[in-house]
Nanobody
Framework: HVQLVESGGGSVQSGGSLRLSCVAS????????MGWFRQAPGKEREAVAS??????????YYSEAVKGRFTISQENAKNTVYLQMNQLKPEDTAMYFC?????????????????????WGQGTQVTVS
């Protein structure tokens, strides 16, 4: 199985930036879609950003709430996926979870990926005031 460890969360003021990191270890060949979900208190978990990690198609997905402010990227040599978060707003406050799955490219980046059968990290808290 793939193990995922997130880091980089914290507390920032509105308008600030954070970069989340997710390091994957274990059977990393068993995943081709990685991304970030978030869950605020009393709300359902929602997809924030995802990317197909194989090949060079560069396909990514961003939710409307974060489009233009967040950027997902990967560093293959380190088996790491990042989420650069700029212009943070109080409504971005949530627990952020890294996710890794094995799905076709289109399913990874069409906005419908739920990572139902994939792996999850333990989460990292982001608080914007």
């Amino acid at each position: 199985h793939v193990q995922l460890v997130e880091s980089g969360g914290g507390s920032v003021q509105s308008g600030g930036s954070l970069r989340l990191s997710c390091v994957a270890s274990g059977h990393t060949f068993s995943r081709n879609c990685m991304g970030w979900f978030r869950q605020a208190p009393g709300k359902e978990r929602e997809a924030v950003a995802s990317m197909y990690t194989l090949g060079s198609d560069g396909n990514t997905y961003y939710s409307e709430a974060v489009k233009g402010r967040f950027t997902i990227s990967q560093e293959n040599a380190k088996n790491t996926v990042y989420l650069q978060m700029n212009q943070l707003k109080p409504e971005d406050t949530a627990m952020y979870f890294c996710a890794a799955g094995l799905v076709p490219s289109a399913a990874c980046t069409n906005g419908g990926w739920t990572n139902r059968d994939g792996r999850w990290g333990q989460g990292t808290q982001v608080t914007v005031s």
